[in-house]
């Protein structure tokens, strides 16, 4: 985090004064000020670490094509069942080989980018053109990921990671709050996970690649399903797109909604 | 080196802006028999001059492995570079664990440089007294590190350090151009002849060659006594003769021909005996 610098700077003092707390100097017994035990106790009356997301952002599909990847994402982030924050861009450029596309807990989402944005600016301090490629960047995910979920107080995200490789090769990962993680031609979370990848799969040529133009076509038809059938979508959406010529995140584009199918419904 | 009232503390600097405890860490690089570090377009190569004992049967291990595509190779107090090295290793591999790629060796230089430098300005601590030369390749291609107890941390193209190394870093300078085309065969046999410049007169039976290689698709590994011998025989063959004046310091010793000549092991057949002048001489007869 220091980069380094100073990495055997001893404090100045042990066992000594700490500024603003209280000093043991008589080395008796301290009168411990103890947290009311509503605060500290686990369980149905006490606080624990909260496994329950609060603002959520909902599906991320990932595609990769022979040049690159694309990753879609709304631009919803729910309260609940409530449509609060309309229009936030849940697609990030990490650097110039990587994109993330967030669901699950926002919160947790902007906190894990900002300890992903100082990485990246460590990177650029070192000023030798290394950039991070997104490989590395999902194994170090999956170590953090993992280790929050060992002590049982996990980062409730579930993130698509793309980008391509030194060589132009596309990768295109899903990790998530066990710390789990794994590769695919087609990768997505949320409600897209059954609504999205059967329609990808079905799609997929069996001996080679999406080319750029059939991979957002599919992208454009599955955010257009995920609109209709999951209720915690909006019609509008960003899209980013990392090949080798570049990386970045497109938009915002709408939904084609045509609901005039629905008065051929029985009961509508 | 004379003592002087400047010289007891790392922390004391001297009225001519010296560090005079750094200074002398230097030196003990200087002890250490020499190791010579190359490179060419796509390997990395590293030669050292260890010393066998006869009565222990194990070579002082100059050239340290440090991961897949890195190794170094020493000159100095051995216990230190085992601490370096380890902390080396361990940045390495935690690395690997994290990012699951190979740790950028300017990266890692860079590290041990900063650690370095925390020993020379802390008065309960002492410099490091090893030099090492740092070969790795990796994406940005091969690269000769030579860092020193100053933590000073320099790139190189080729670098010769440890006792008598001048010789050595006379020949690579005269012949860097060269390196950036050679063939691995090449370019080790380069730098058998570079080290052969620092071979003295007093310890040299004592004293076998070690190769080490690392380059594109060839991760780190240092040869086994067969393939060391393999190269030091090319390199005789390949080796220009040796001047009137470099003659002249093997007198009353073995030539560099004959220890050459026995081999890595320094159990082989002993040289025929012959002055240096029949050895080096152009007309036939043998």
């Known amino acids: 985090m220091y980069n380094n610098y100073n990495c055997l700077a001893q404090p100045l003092w042990q066992n000594g004064p700490v500024p603003g707390e209280f000093y043991n100097f008589t080395g008796g017994q301290t009168h411990i000020q103890k947290l009311p035990r509503e605060l500290t106790t686990a369980g149905p009356y006490g606080t624990k670490h909260s496994t329950a997301a609060i603002t959520t952002g909902s599906s991320v599909l990932g595609i990769r094509y022979d040049g690159g990847v694309m990753l879609a994402a709304d631009t919803l982030v729910s309260y609940g069942s409530l449509a609060r924050y309309q229009n936030i861009e849940r697609v990030f450029k990490i650097n110039k080989n990587i994109l993330l596309g967030g669901s699950g807990d926002f919160a947790d989402i902007q906190s894990i980018k900002r300890s992903i944005d100082q990485k990246m600016i460590e990177d650029q301090c070192c000023d030798d053109n290394i950039e991070m490629k997104p490989k590395s960047l999902a194994s170090w995910m999956t170590r953090v990921l993992y280790n929050r979920r060992s002590r049982m107080n996990p980062l409730y995200i579930d993130v698509v990671v793309g980008g391509v490789d030194t060589e132009g090769t596309p990768y295109l990962a899903n990790v998530d709050l066990r710390g789990r993680s794994h590769e695919d031609y087609v990768i997505a979370t949320g409600f897209a996970r059954h609504l999205a990848i059967p329609l990808v799969r079905e799609k997929k040529p069996k001996d080679r690649d999406f080319t750029a133009v059939e991979a957002s076509e599919l992208i454009r038809t599955c955010m257009e399903v995920l609109y209709y059938r999951d209720t915690r979508n909006i019609s509008q959406y960003t899209v980013g797109v990392c090949s080798a010529n570049g990386c970045g995140v497109e938009g915002p584009f709408q939904v084609n909604e045509n609901w005039t199918f629905a008065e051929t419904i029985k009961g509508y | ?286």
């Open chain 2, 1 to 286: 080196m004379f003592r002087n009232q400047y010289d007891s503390d790392t922390t004391v600097w001297s009225p001519q802006g010296r560090l005079f405890q750094v200074e002398y860490a230097m030196e003990a690089v200087k002890q250490g028999a020499a190791t010579v570090g190359l490179k060419s377009s796509d390997f990395a190569v590293l030669i050292a001059l260890c010393r066998t004992s006869k009565d222990t049967n194990t070579l002082q291990r100059k050239i340290m492995p440090v991961d897949a595509h890195v190794g170094m190779s020493i000159s100095g107090l051995t216990a230190d570079a085992r601490q370096v090295c380890q902390y080396m290793r361990t940045e390495c591999m935690a690395y690997r664990h994290s990012y699951d790629s190979e740790f950028p060796i300017r990266r890692l230089v860079a590290n041990l440089g900063n650690k370095l430098q925390a020993t020379t300005q802390r008065y309960d601590r002492r410099p490091y007294g090893v030099g090492m030369l740092v070969a790795g390749y990796d994406e940005q291609g091969p690269h000769i590190f030579q860092v020193m107890p100053t933590a000073n941390v320099l790139n190189c193209k080729a670098m010769a350090i440890g006792a008598r190394s001048q010789s050595a870093r006379t020949y690579l300078e005269r012949n860097m151009e060269d390196f950036e085309g050679c063939t691995m065969d090449e370019l080790i046999c380069h730098g058998i002849q570079a080290i052969r410049g620092s071979l003295g007169h007093d310890d040299s039976s004592n004293l076998t060659i070690n190769v080490a290689i690392v380059g594109k698709n060839l991760p780190f590994k240092m040869f086994t006594d067969a393939e060391n011998h393999i190269y030091l025989t090319m390199a005789k063959v390949l080796g220009q003769p040796l001047s009137g004046e470099q003659d002249a310091l093997s007198e009353g010793g073995m030539s560099d021909d004959e220890m050459l000549d026995q081999g890595p092991s320094g159990s082989g057949m002993p040289g025929n005996g012959a002055s240096d002048a029949d050895i080096n001489a152009s007309s036939s007869g043998h």
